[in-house]
Structures are given as C-alpha cells and as structure tokens.
C-alpha cells in the first residue's frame, strides 16, 4: 500500500490522557482513536494487526478442528435468566429494552447462547465431541476503563466452546486447545507463559492462563528454571519449608513501643522478615479466622478462600480485630488466641519466632509451634516468591514474571449445560448432561499486549507475523525519477513475493519518514536514496536490532523475502 | 470438511414461523438459528457463504482503492445530537445508558463516528481523496422484524464513506464504487440491475440502488429493453404521451349509481381504463391538491411530493374528500374543482375522457383538457408501466422487474460534514467544506437475496462463487473400503486443486445424502459409488442444470478444478 493512500495519522506529542506505553504508542502510531471511554476506531494500521492475529487464530482452531460460527452480541435476557447470570453478573453486563420493552443484553461471553444453539441440535453422543467458535465484538462495561485496548470496554475476542460425553472426553479436547493456545502465541512471535490458574467465578476443574510478558503486566506469575511448571501465582503452589533444628528458647514479652508493621518490628528487634510470623485476621462467612504466615511471605486470600470452602473472605476490621484479639491492630498474635488458627507450610516447623502479643507495644519472642501454638490446620496459604522450590520437579526453582493475559482456557463441566439442560442420549438410550470447555482470546488486547512487550523509545517493533505490513520501502527523495523507479519496482516484486509494503511515497524529509516507520514499527526498512543507488546499492535497517547493511538492490527483494518466510514459517 | 465434523443441522420440514423462502431454507439447510427477533446466529454453513461475499466485497473495496478500518458498534449520543439524528432518528435506533448513566446507541450507520475521526485528522486539501470502509455489525431496532436474514435487527454491513475536496471530485469518487459495486454483484454471481434511485430522507444529490433480481422482491424497479437505463419505481421517469387528435365531444353527464372505483365506472361505461382520469385528493402541508392520472396509471406520491416541495404528503381522508368536491368519496372530478390540481404529463393531451362529477353516483363524459379543465400544473407524477417508452433511448421501452435491494450508494454532499464541521484547508488556505459519499453493501441480505434468486422445490441453488462449498463428495457406501478410499483421495486432492470440499462421510442412506446436497445447494456433487467405481467411474451431478455425467475417477478432479476455476474467474 502506497502511504499517500493509507490513513495513517501519526502524532509527534504522547496524549496526556495515555498512561500504559502500548496505548500511547497505539494513538501516536495512528492505529487507534478513542470514540468513548473504552471505546475505540481500529484505524487501518491498528485492524491490520488485528487482522493478523485473528488469521492466526482461525487457522489454529481450524486445524485443531474446530468449527466457526459466528453469534449475535444482542443477547435476550431470557437465556442469562436461565443460567441465573442475569442476577449474578454485576454491572460490567450492559442491559437495555428494546423499542417493545423486552429485555436485552451485550453480550460479554455466549455460553447461554452456544448452550442454547446445542442443546436444541444434539441428541445423541455420536453427535460429539465438538467444538464451536467465533470472532466476535464483545462489550463489558468495565467500571474504570483504561489503557487503551489493554482494558476496554468494546473488544474483539476469539471465543470457542467445547462439547463432550464425559469429563474424560473434555479433557482431550481442553487439552487440545490449550496446544493451539500454544501454536497460536508461538505464531505471533511473542515471548509467552501458559500458567495454571485459579477457575474463579467460572467455576470448573481446570483453568490455564496464556500470559504475555511484559514488566508493565498487571498479573504476577512463576515459571519454573528447569521443568514446564507454571503458574499464577494466585495458584502457584509452594511446597512445605522443612523444620527447624534449633533448640527452643523460653518464651518472652518484649516491649515494641507503636512498632506494627513487619518492617517496624524487625527493624527494632534487630532480626530477619523470615524470623517473625505475621497474624492476620479474616473473616469468613462472617467467623473471624487468624492465618499465620511467615514475615517475609504474602498470604493468599484465594487459597485461604478455597481451603475454607467460603463464599466471601475479606480482611477483618480494626473493630473486629480488637474485639477478637483484645489489642489495637499490629499485635495480634497466635498465642492465646481462640479462634481457627490456619498456618501457612512454611509455618510448620518453625521455632523461637516473633509475634504479636494481643496487647498494645508488646510482641511475644521465641514462640514455638506445638508448645506455645497449635494451629488447627497447616496449609499451602501463601503467595510463591521468587527462588521457591519448583512444586513439580526436585532442580529447579520459581522465576517471577509480570504477565498480561491474553489467553484462558477453562473446563467449565456442567455448570451450563446442567442450568440449561443440554443432555443428550448414551449409547443406551439413557439421558446424560454435556460436558464442555470454554476457551478465550482477546484478539485486540494481545496486539497491546504485543507492544507492551516489543518497543523502544523510538516505537513499536513489531514482530514480523503481526506487524501491520512486513516493510516499508522509503523513498529518500521522491523528486529522483531513478530512486522513485526503483521504489515502484521493489514495491511491486516485494508484493508479487508475498512481502507485505507499505511504500513510504510521501514528499517527506528523510528524517521524518525514519521516524515514523520506527513508530509504527514495521519489522524492516528499505531505504532508497540517490547516492546509494547509483552504487546500485539499497540499505536495510532491521527495525529490532538497529542493523543497517548496504544491499545491492538485485538482492534486495529475495533477502526480504526470505527474512520474512523464516519468520512466518512458510 | 467433513460432513461428521461440520455443524449442519438440516432440517425436514418447513418452520411455521418462515414466510419468505431464503428464511425457510437457511433454517433448513442449518445456516441460521434464530435468537431472539429478527436477531440470528450464523451457523458454519451460512457463516460460509457470508464470508464468501465478504472476501468479494474486500477485495474490490481495495482494488478500488478503499481503506479498511473497524468502527465501534457502541455509539456516544453526543455526536448523533451534534448531527441533529439523536431525535430525528426514530425507535429504530435503539438507545441505552452505561453503568455511568452516559447515553448510548447501537450504530446502525456510522456517518457521524467516521465524520468525527476524519474532522480531526484531515487538515489540507492534499490528503483528500480517500474512502474508508468497514464490515461491521450492525443493529436496528425494525418494528417488524420478519424474512429470516432479510429484514433483520442485526446484520452483518459493509459501509464506506468517501471524502473529497468539491462535488466533482465526489462524483468521481461515487462513480468508482458505483463500478466496484457492479464487479462484486458479478462476481458473486447474481442477476442484479443497478437502478436510479430517489435519495428519501438522506438527501444528496444521486443515489443508486443495487437490486438482486427475484420474483419474492419487495421493490418494484424497471429497466430499458435497449439501453442501460434503470431505475427504481419510485424514481423511473415516464415520457409525456403524444397529444389525441380526435374531435372534442360535448361534455355529459351520466348516472353511475354506486359506481366508484376505476373498475367499476369502466365496466359500467363499457370503456377501457385508460379512457378515464382518476381525480386523487391529497394533503401537502396541510392542504388540499388533486392530482390526475390516467385510469390505468398509479399515482407516484415521491414525485408528487418532490415538485410540491412538501414537507408532508398523504391522501385525503372521507371528510375532506367530501368537503373540498361536494360529493362522496370515489366522484372527485377536476371540473369547477377550485384547488390546486396537478395533472400527471399523460393527461396533458387526452380528449372525452370520462371523470367523476363531484356529485354522488353522477360521472362527466367527453371531459378535454383545455375546453373543461385547465390545470394548474404538469408533470410526471405517475409510476411508469410495462411497455413505456424508455425516458432515455429512442428504441427501447421499460421492462418491470422485482428487486431485492443488496447495495445502496449516495451522494452525501455537504450534510454530515457541515453539522460536525469537517472542513479543510484548500490551496489558498480558505477553509473549504468537505464532500462525502456513503455507499452500503447489505453482506447478511446478500446471502438471503442470493436464496430468493437460486432455489428450487429441493432447496438453494448457490452460485459457486458465494457457496459455502463448491463441491460435496458423496460416498455411497461407508462401510465399502474402497469407495472410502477414493472418496479420501479425492478430498484430498480436490482440496490441493483449491476446490472447497464437503466430504459426506455419514453412515446415511444415500437418499438421505442426496437430499441435504441438494437442500444445501452445493453446486457440484460427486458420487462415489461401490458399481460405477468397479469400472472405474463417479457419477458428477450439476445442481443447477441436474445433469448427471458419469466421469472416469482419474479425470475428475481436474474437470472440477476447471469448472471451480471459471467460475470464480481464476
């Protein structure tokens, strides 16, 4: 495409109101424009990598087999009613009338609806397994929209939904996906962890997260040095510390004058985060519960959550603390207490260790598990840190990483086919409910997270597979009949080779036609000036690593090509 | 694909619900689903042909040199006030708020969203002309939503907006989509006239309309038998008709007791309709006008309301019939009449016709133009007839025709970019308006009007180019290895010769197989039988024609391949 008749509007200046760097870099490059708060154009650059990503994403479900369809986004009310999702959902689902008052919805996800379209057309097993999907624009009126296309609240998704005979079955085919996911975001170029993660609201039996990542991610996860372990670290699992062989210490009460937090107090007492445990307090369906977690360790709300078996959890109150503890918060501690006590492993065996003493400026030093504490449990209750031993394998160890989800695979069971009564008929005629799996890609939010992850201070830079165009070919002075001539001539045989161009024809400076491909990022850069091509020679810059070579021009269009076939695997 | 792994549930009977034959058949075939009203999901099958039009119209949006982009289907009522739409618009545009109680609706055209992307990027008379296009969902809220896919409240739209510096410039840029418009109505294979059409409540200077010729059309549109004239009815324009050179009779009156409509009073009289003048009271801006047309002629109230340059327009009611003539309804005449009245150009020579006489159950016969009546005006107010004189050849005359409008293109001029002030710099630095165009493509209506055109008794008809796959493969036998072996092979290398395949691999009679191959309408159907293979034979049936050819095995991917490959013009 010639630039002249593209629409490419790059801006000089970072918009004030842009403040993670794939939104800033997304408006200046002339991808995006926001409509409304969380809703944006996708300007032709910006959909020719959306486009990509969606080419790559069809042709990997395809061939794992899946069939696409394609459902409405307004939805009736009747369906989530059903589900009882109509209730649940909270704001995030937008809800309107239509002109004869029934009640509709955007739709965020279409389980109802898939369950609905299959439990009317299968009846019998041997109609499945099967596995349906869209590309579709969702809507989710998130209650702080931001950062672009990383948290929107109109978006493009790949959503497909699996349909089995038993959880066997649907394990294969959730396995299946999950090697698509794989295929699809080592097609894309972008460095990835597929993690374990916590089924949340969705319920299920296994869920993994397809994670970009980047330093500016929103989630934390692990990955381990040696073996394929990996995970959120809202559900990495960490294994028990062993115990101490120290011999105990009698137990004392030390004065910690408005000494609270675990900064303050090892700081006072002169001893490592490692040698006090942290009590806190939370309540559980209403009960008080105190979890004891090492100083150094972070307790993990959900773990605690599920290992209680609750439907809400939340940190207790400064009330509740001082009604259950009889002390201002900062000085809880386990001794004494007489409430469920739930120890983290690395708690376990643990000796001559600090705590709170349930009274104001007083801690409690050499307390010791089973002579001064018995908690009524031990369990895995912390967050992983980095240098944890693998859970998995006996060499390695946890590696932290910041991630950006941009794939979830979920084995849903029967939660949606038990609420809407998709059954179908065994091989002995008797009634029996479908199992399935639902299995997400945000299309638009993995080109941002693309960027998050490959950028400078100069632009975007683009893996070759989804860059909006493989190359530019910049014409340093468009007034040289002879440079123009050779610019036509590349740009026509780049394209005839399968090389995607954009041919920078505009009666720019050099200056400014460099700084804008470096911008919009595309992978290589073509550069043909009057004094080079007299030599017969072109130059190629390679937008990632800056390298510049001098080509003779004959070369010029097979170098590319083949740069670019390597890349997309051809 | 094979049929095993594909999603097409076919159905047997009929849907009750299913008025129009596209609508019966893609609920058959199992390429729609209905949701909720005039609201589908897409199965695989018709998602198929859906995307086949797609490509079509992408491809020629480019080569027109058109630029994709990807609006929001979530619109800020901000801009539609700004356009004046948010309350001219009616109920159709469905309207909600966001969680934040913000005003939204659902884009049923994005004249304003596209207004306001360019109005903030173009500055200069130099980056204009462009066009940019999208295909999008779109919702509008129809009262009656019926016809499966063709009167629906979501679908699926390709619409695009040009931009240029003055009308001309826009003319030209109209006249390239006009042209690409007809390349992708041939090459989807369709019979379609491309009629002059009135430009109703957007206004602009010219309007055309793309119709997919059938008999189900709800449009009315004729064409020239000799030239390239065609228009829609409403906008056809009719020759004045020569002058009679008979002899004025003396006027009389006569008894026509109960005799009101125009075949009563000629059955009575022992005329021929077009010997009698229907006298039409009508109401423009309140008052009263009578219009004359000939008795076999129709009143065409567009052109009416045009040359009165009337805000409203619509027939006289009992009372004010009865009010203006004296007389009960179905006895108007325009003799003594003291009101405005336009007489239609194929009144303007006729002698001794018969009228009313604004008296009950009395008719005027002899009734001359210029003796009797002198009306106040004449004009072409009539909808043209079969066998008219063509308005712009001298050979040809106007053939009648039902249409299914597919396309629809505008000339904007200056409305939208006036009411939200997209302007631009010309070459002297004065601020200049900009023109627009706006051209639309029904892409889900397509597929329908393609149904309504290609069909017989046993189901759709597709042309090759829009089916969802050219050719089904029919094994006759299963359980036969060798028949399975062929059907394998050739799959497989039909596939490699860029055949699009539909493998029928069921465990069903062949009946069965026969039955939904011709419901689906796939155009080519190769059987493979265990008798014919024996001597080395398939039998290759033409769904269009029914012919039946036996082939040898060997030659029969390449006889495919070559018919594919015609008509998709490769």
Same sequence: chains 1, 2.
Avoid at 380 to 396: F, K, Q, S, T, Y
């Amino acid at each position: 495409m010639r630039y002249t008749n593209c629409f490419i509007p790059t801006l000089k200046e970072t918009p004030s109101d842009a403040e993670v760097v794939s939104h800033q870099l997304m408006l200046r490059a002339g991808m995006i424009r926001k409509l409304a708060a969380g809703i944006y154009n996708y300007l032709p650059l910006g959909l020719r990598s959306i486009r990509k990503v969606e080419t790559i994403v069809r042709e990997e479900m395809d061939r794992a087999g899946a069939i696409e369809l394609l459902m409405p986004s307004v939805q009736p009310a009747e369906l989530w009613q059903e589900s009882t999702r109509w209730e649940q959902y909270g704001k995030e689902l937008l809800r309107f009338k239509d002109r004869k008052d029934a009640e509709f919805c955007l739709g965020p996800t279409h389980e109802e609806v898939v369950t609905d379209i299959v439990r009317r057309e299968v009846k019998s097993y041997r109609q499945m397994p099967f596995n349906l999907y869209q590309i579709q624009t969702k809507f989710r009126d998130e209650i702080r929209p931001r950062f672009g296309l990383m948290r929107g609240r109109e978006f493009i998704m790949k959503d497909a939904y699996s349909f089995d005979v038993d959880s066997s079955a649907s394990d294969l085919s959730y396995d299946k996906m999950y090697q698509a996911y794989r295929r699809i975001f080592q097609r894309c170029g972008l460095r990835f962890r597929a993690v374990e993660a916590d089924t949340g609201s969705i319920g299920g039996s296994s869920s993994h997260e397809f994670m970009v990542l980047a330093d500016s991610g929103e989630d934390a996860i692990v990955s381990c040095t040696q073996c394929e372990y990996a995970a959120n670290v809202e559900k990495a699992e960490a294994r028990p510390a062993p115990a101490e062989h120290a011999e105990p210490r009698p137990l004392e009460k030390v004065e910690t004058p408005a000494k609270r937090s675990v900064e303050e107090v090892t700081a006072f007492l002169g001893i490592p985060s490692s040698a006090l445990v942290k009590t806190l307090l939370v309540v559980a369906d209403g009960t008080p519960v105190a979890a004891l977690v090492r100083g150094d360790h972070d307790l993990n709300e959900i773990k605690l959550k599920h290992l209680l078996g609750c439907e809400t959890l939340e940190m207790a109150n400064e009330e509740m603390v001082t009604r259950v503890t009889g002390a201002p918060v900062g000085f809880a501690g386990p001794v004494g207490l007489n409430i469920k006590i739930v120890a983290d492993l690395a708690v376990q065996g643990m000796k001559n260790f600090v705590t709170g003493a349930n009274a104001g400026d007083l801690h409690l030093k050499n307390v010791t598990i089973g002579r001064d504490v018995t908690p009524t449990q031990y369990a895995d209750i912390r967050n992983v840190v980095h240098g944890d031993p693998c859970p998995r394998c006996e060499a390695g160890h946890l590696e932290l990483w910041r991630g950006i989800e941009v794939g979830h695979v979920f084995k849903l069971g029967t939660k949606y086919s038990e609420a809407l009564r998709a059954t179908y008929l065994d091989a002995d005629g008797k009634e029996q409910t479908i199992f399935m799996g639902c299995y997400g890609i945000g299309i638009s939010r993995t080109v941002a997270a693309c960027i998050e992850q490959n950028h400078d201070a100069d632009g975007i830079i683009f893996p070759i597979p989804i860059a909006p165009f493989h190359c530019i070919v910049s014409a340093v002075n468009t007034k040289d009949a002879e440079v123009m001539a050779a610019c036509e001539s590349l740009y026509r045989d780049l394209g005839a080779a399968g090389v995607e161009v954009l041919f920078d024809d505009r009666d720019e400076r050099p200056g400014i036609k460099f700084k804008d491909a470096d911008l919009i990022g595309i992978p290589l850069r073509l550069v043909v000036g009057s004094k080079n091509l007299a030599d017969g020679k072109v130059e190629l810059k390679t937008r990632r690593t800056g390298e510049v070579e001098l080509l003779p021009l004959a070369d010029a269009v097979e170098k590319i090509r083949s740069i670019v076939a390597e890349a997309l695997g051809r």
